[in-house]
């Protein structure tokens, strides 16, 4: 094996196993980047061919030269390549292969079947597409009702088996991007998913997923009551991470100070669209295309003028309840509420970069893009002279047609653009009317560090009522209560 390592690497002789394995780092970022173009049994499947040469000869040369930190390093290095190229065996001797291709993925010859498209399509859904009836109760191992609650709407919301388990979920976790859990959490999630989907019982024990959160991130400690929409922001923003299409980061060719000055010559349509684009070369996965909408927050000194744009990404939309008089409020004062300009002042005015020194200021938030799913969080607890109060207003929310096409700007009208080559059936496309129906929400009855979690789910024209492991069919008129915490919309097709 040794020798056709040689052959096919003449200028691997005389270097270190380190230098060896920095190399088969550096073709697996190449591999990764031909397969996001699409190139998946021509260019990619060398590149991936090179990385596994690469690291075999890498390993041998450490066990060789003694070096037990490098040996170590080749180890964890397949164990995370391994969630989506290449697989472990036991044998891990100097002179045997340890690991092998996985046949389905990478094969010598061109299949004859078609490959499902990458990305896969994103369309409007309905009741029919998603994974099931909602039938399996989660069973609560320990104060979970935070995470069984989330994931009950999520199931709810999307169809996870096309995206999780037709897609092929293993070949598009990213194993080398830090910023995620290098396709762990990605891993679980599926899993569960699996094991929902097909499950005989009536509950579900999610234990290795609970697991492996604790295991990646230990400040969710076993036993403790969190917040459902901190965890739901969590999940989705490192399973984003775990999927990641993009394997590193563009290099910016500006400062920032040169990129505010540029966007502020542009139009606000044209700079929003630039600006997503743009986040897009570090930001393109399957939470991407049905979580994510864009932001954009304008600053404007009130002494010299001065604005300032920036656009922002978002998954859940956190918007807060005006806490007045009337019990009851309707949704759209919570929208009105959020895009309402606030004034900055003292010690929350702005450093404007004209004046060079802390300005009053005003502050508004507007919508500029909208995702397939919405995601509104209520933002029931709001601190108060130091102490956080729960908001127990009835917010009143639309079980159909949630019309935000006010809220939006007219984008395609004021750029001139034509409609000629938008694909309408994309429920990502930026054109009005943006209307919504509600599929899931989860439920808080308590305060912040304590209280029980439940959820409405609509599934087959019935709204279900998931309690851990009871699931209950309920009335429409039951799902809008003063419990509602996180709303779980997906957008409708116009006719």
Known sequence: MIKVCRSRFPESQGQSAAALLAQARRQLLLGEELRAKGYWLEKSYIAFSKVGILIRLAHARAVVSNDER???ETMEFTKLY?????IATKSLDADRPFFR????IHTHYTPSYPRPPYPPPVRYWDASDISGQIRTGL???GKTGYMNATLQCLLASIPVVTIFTQMRLLTRQNA?????MRGRLAGAFARLIAEYVWADTRTLSPTDFRTTVLCLYPNYKAGNQYDSQEFLS???DVVHQDMNRRA???ILSSTKREEDERLESLSINLASEQQWQFWKTKNDSMITDYFHGQLMDRIECLTCHNTSRIFNAFSLLHVPIPDSTPKKILIQECLNALFTPEILEQQDGWNCPCCRKKQRAKRQLALFRLPPILIIHLNRFVKRDQLSKRVLNLVDFPLKELDLTSFMPSKMESEGAGLEHVDM???RIQVPPYKYDLCGVTNHDGNLTSGHYTAWVHCLDKWLLCDDEVIREGNSSQVVGREAYVLFYKRTKSD
Do not use: A, Q
């Not at 391994?82 to 290449?86: A, H, K, P, Q």
């Open 139 to 141: 069973k609560n191992i």
């Open 248 to 250: 590193f980061n563009p």
């Open 70 to 72: 490098t040996r170590k």
């Open 234 to 236: 969590f999940l989705l």
């Open 82 to 86: 391994s969630t989506g190229v290449i």
């Open 176 to 180: 080398f991007r830090t910023m995620g």
């Open 101 to 104: 291709y996985l046949g389905r």
């Open 425 to 427: 059936d994309d429920p």
